[in-house]
């Protein structure tokens, strides 16, 4: 599977007191790659949601390697890979550009559960693999 990717840049409102973005702020830049990774295959997370299948996250890694600051431009990158029967992960990394200096390392697991709350691994996430 090719690498899908996100370019974008820190908020003055994202960093902390120390000058530097916010650990938890990561993981928004990681959803919103997910979510724009989901759109570029054609999968719509709200409609998904609304036919009564959830995906969740259930297990983030994060590592921090370095951290960007106030007006950083940015690149996420989001890969998949099948975990189990009814798991997946997003691999993904956020690098600083132009130089590609790595900054975050980071998988999430998620799985899925139907409208009855069973687990399930519906036909839109075997397309993501």
Known sequence: ???FFVDMA???YECDLQG???N???QN???HARHEFLKHRGLDFAALTASGLHVMVIRAELDYLRSL???DVFRVSVQTERVSRLRMAFV???TLLPQGTPILNARFVVAAVNAQ???CFPEQLEHLL
């Open 1 to 3: 599977m090719q690498t």
């Open 20 to 22: 530097v973005v916010n």
């Open 92 to 94: 993904q990394q956020i």
């Open 24 to 26: 938890a702020v990561y």
């Open 10 to 12: 820190v908020r003055d």
């Open 29 to 31: 830049y990681t959803e």
């Open 117 to 119: 709350g069973r687990p």
């Open 69 to 71: 600051r106030s007006g």
